[in-house]
């Protein structure tokens, strides 16, 4: 005889035992499977492509926008400058020459800027007007230069 035969419970035992070895088997292998797989980067490469598009179209613009207008305190103060720089010409020209500059004259050395017009008012009396996209200042040379480069003309 030999030994004792193993009973219904002890075969149902044993199967469940090697249907776990195998899930778990299995699993190991899926696993395995999942970890040589090359993964994906379709979505990354996306948001990398999208973000750098975002930012191109960004500096475009910004690039492409034109400067922003300075404030109409700015662009007088400016103006006002260029007109001092101008007046001080003409002054000089009058110390030199006796009589004032005719635009003409102003024109041909180059001092009158675009946007800047200068008439002779009498021997010895000029205004110049200088404009931009943004304002107007006007000079008369009975003004004291220096009150008016503060903005103090006409108070």
Do not use: H
């Amino acid at each position: 005889m030999s030994g004792p035969e193993p009973s219904e419970r002890d075969f149902d035992r044993a199967v469940a035992e090697a249907a776990r070895a195998v899930e778990k088997a299995e699993a190991a292998r899926r696993a395995a499977e999942e970890r040589a797989r090359p993964r994906s980067r379709g979505p990354v490469l996306a948001v990398l492509l999208v973000g750098l598009v975002a930012v191109a179209v960004y500096d475009y613009v910004r690039l492409t926008a034109p400067p922003p207008t300075p404030p109409a305190e700015v662009a007088a103060e400016d103006l006002r400058a260029s007109v001092a720089i101008l007046v001080e010409e003409i002054e000089a020209f009058r110390a030199e020459a006796g009589r004032l500059p005719t635009a003409a004259e102003l024109e041909a050395e180059g001092l009158l800027d675009e946007g800047v017009r200068y008439a002779v008012l009498s021997d010895s009396a000029y205004e110049i007007t200088a404009t931009d996209e943004v304002v107007t200042v006007r000079y008369r040379s009975d003004t004291p230069l220096d009150g008016w480069l503060r903005g103090e003309e006409g108070r």
